[in-house]
């Protein structure tokens, strides 16, 4: 099955396309019968010896034995470990209600900020954005998010926001920027010096000198979701003409 | 569904962009955004795509006994529906506020103005006239619904045509469309209302606001008016205090706006007729153009970049301050990546490298593995565990609980179940300070 599924690396598949484990009708009996493990990420399901797709688009593969499928989608469903950008939304008590965009609000405690503690609250007003990570993330509970990792430093979590721009964009776009060695970033970094707080649900918020710069910067993010590689070095480089 | 709070970052971002004269799509603050004209195969069926926004009406015409007051008129009925499908804070059949301030303006607009002859609508006086209905549905909420509703409304008035009807003394025949043309309505003029949106207590204006200039505007002025400058109706609502003279200008921007779009609409019904007379298939299927993806294709988006002309020095040089911005995560030791700059850490350090080598592990996949991170994260926390008892902070709570997952099955493949087995028994243990 590993070998079936090398082969349509980089393929578009559809669901209700599988996998089966047993393709060849001989078994050697000389080589040495190595288990092969096939790591299904997003998209891939098992059902008995069988792999089925259930989502469509592209299928990746990562060495050593992990395939998942690429797909395009805007609304976020939370996972666990994901940092997403929240607004929150009220404030009931001791804890936050957070929205991510996801069907239900998330809660974030007070005591889940590096350094709080009862008696020193984190300022957190109804409005502010925060970037948190999940810590409860399953279809059967309300989502936990956190502002600290587990050793309870912040990482870069924790409310934040003042003077930039906050826009929606689909999910492809947003893995691909946060993924290590984009393209996408390395351009944008060359084009615009900014600042740019990329949510895992979609969100991304950003910060450049001036409010035209941020304005321009929304703009293209949102814009280069659908371009090819090529469409948007072109965009980027009209940009740059543009402006200098 | 409830809606989506607006953060005070975007609030406060987008005053301040037009406090600067800025819009988010670029535009100039008298702009109208790029206005389409479609219809679909029967006469009556309009959609209308204002940028984003996108509306729909459909005109329809029964025999009907009149009014009692008014014997020899006609019945015009009006329907705006707003569903779920054009927001998801909209509720499908539930009368909010937004649908019925929808509902009176547009028939203020279209019936108190009169633009209709109601009278030619008359076939029996007293026993027989036609009610003619439009609806009007929303099907996407980008802003400014009552521009596109009123466009769409008399586009399609314009646009229905009427069975024939012939009355030989008690008699009253009414045609189907195959033994005579259906007539047109007798159209006097075409009202279009035009929106304007304030903020900052009347200081600054804007035509034709989207979605978010909408949530955060102090208040919003409708002007409905016809080509021949004539006001068929004026509301204002948010409660803001405007001047005469803003009321004035508004109004002249209102005419230069309507003369165009009543232009537009104009030609879209010109280019209709010619391809229905020409026998070439109109209408909404054809209106699409086949073997062409058209999900997640987005339009050219103008964006002004000409201002955009200082060198990367100068803009160094004028910030105030101006923060370290670190291009990629910073590396301090092979393995471990640093984001941001967290303060001075108080906890204990012997779990730093423990620590270290989960930021690693996490740091390698994907994120969008989540079932390896999800094995690796029990890996690193059953190690916690064994650790000796660490001081973990100077709190001055008494006892700190901490929860233990059970050792996940690793078996398993599906992510769902093993986060269901580690949250229904954890253990607990209990360290002193």
């Known amino acids: 099955m590993d070998s079936a599924l090398r082969e349509r690396v980089g393929q578009v598949l559809l669901p209700g396309d599988e996998f089966c484990c047993d393709t060849d009708g001989i078994i050697s009996l000389s080589e040495t019968v190595r288990p092969e493990k096939v790591l299904c990420g997003p998209g891939l399901r098992r059902s008995g010896d069988r792999l089925l797709v259930c989502k469509s688009g592209v299928l990746r593969h990562k060495e050593p034995n992990v395939f998942w499928i690429d797909s395009q989608q805007w609304r976020y469903v939370p996972v666990k470990g994901e940092t997403v950008i929240g607004v929150v939304a009220a404030k009931s008590g001791d804890v936050f209600k957070v929205d991510f965009g996801g069907s239900e609000q998330a809660s974030l405690t007070y005591l889940s900020f590096e350094g709080a503690t009862k008696r020193n609250r984190p300022n957190v007003q109804v409005g502010d954005l925060v970037f948190a990570q999940f810590i409860v993330a399953n279809k059967d509970m309300e989502p936990e998010l956190t502002c600290m990792d587990s050793s309870g430093r912040a990482n870069g979590m924790g409310v934040f926001g003042g003077g930039g721009l906050l826009f929606r964009v689909s999910l492809g776009l947003v893995r691909r920027l946060l993924s290590p060695g984009s393209e996408l970033r390395s351009d944008l970094e060359k084009l615009l010096p900014c600042e740019l707080v990329v949510g895992m649900n979609g969100r991304v918020w950003t910060r450049a000198a001036d409010v035209q710069k941020t304005l321009v910067l929304a703009n293209l993010l949102q814009s280069c979701d659908t371009m090819s590689c090529s469409q948007r070095r072109q965009l980027f480089s009209r940009v740059r003409q543009g402006a200098l | ?433």
């Open chain 2, 1 to 433: 569904m409830k809606e989506t709070p607006l953060s005070n970052c975007e609030r406060d971002f987008l005053l301040k962009a037009i406090e600067e004269k800025k819009r988010l799509d670029g535009r100039q603050t008298y702009d109208y955004r790029k206005i389409k004209i479609k219809f679909g195969t029967d006469y009556g069926c309009c959609f209308v795509d204002l940028g984003l926004t996108r509306v729909m009406a459909q005109v329809s015409g029964e025999l009907v006994a009149p009014k009692e007051s008014r014997p020899n008129e006609g019945i015009m009925f009006f329907n705006i529906e707003l569903s779920p499908m054009a927001a998801p804070t909209f509720e499908q059949g539930r009368q909010s506020e937004l649908s019925v301030k929808l509902n009176r303006q547009l028939e203020r607009c279209l019936r108190n103005s009169k633009c209709i002859d109601t009278e030619s609508l008359c076939v029996v006086s007293g026993e027989k006239v036609w009610q003619i209905r439009v609806d009007v549905h929303m099907l996407n909420h980008d802003g400014n619904l009552m521009d596109a509703a009123s466009i769409a409304a008399i586009t399609a008035l314009c646009h229905f045509r009427r069975p024939d009807v012939s009355i030989q003394g008690d008699e009253v025949t009414v045609y189907s469309p195959e033994e005579r043309d259906p007539i047109p309505l007798s159209i006097y003029h075409m009202p279009i209302s035009v929106s304007f949106s304030f903020f900052q207590q009347g200081t600054y204006l804007l035509v034709d606001p989207c979605e978010r200039e909408e949530r955060v505007m102090d208040g919003l002025l409708m002007i409905a008016m016809n080509k021949h400058r004539e006001i068929c109706s004026i509301q204002s609502s948010g409660g803001i205090m405007l001047l005469k003279e803003q009321v004035m200008r508004c109004s002249k921007i209102a005419s230069v706006k309507v003369s165009e779009i009543t232009e537009l609409v104009v030609k879209a019904l010109e280019n209709d007729k010619k391809a229905r007379k020409a026998g070439e298939k109109c209408g909404f299927a054809e209106s699409l153009p086949q073997e062409r993806i058209t999900a997640l294709k987005v339009g050219k988006t103008p964006v002004e970049v000409m201002d955009v002309t200082e060198q990367a020095n100068d803009i160094v040089q004028k910030a105030e301050v101006s923060p370290q911005t670190v291009p990629s995560p910073l590396v301090p030791v092979p393995g471990v990546g640093q984001v941001g700059q967290g303060q001075q850490t108080t906890w204990g350090l012997e779990e730093e490298e423990e620590e270290e080598e989960e930021v690693d592990q996490e740091e390698e996949e994907e994120s969008d593995d989540s079932t390896e991170q999800d094995k690796k994260v029990t890996k690193m926390e059953e190690e916690d565990s064994r650790g000796d008892v660490v001081e973990i902070s100077d709190s001055e709570e008494e006892e700190v609980v901490i929860l233990h997952p059970e050792t996940a099955d690793k078996a398993l493949k599906n992510t769902g179940s093993s986060l269901h087995q580690k949250g229904a028994a954890p253990s607990k243990q209990k360290r002193k300070k």
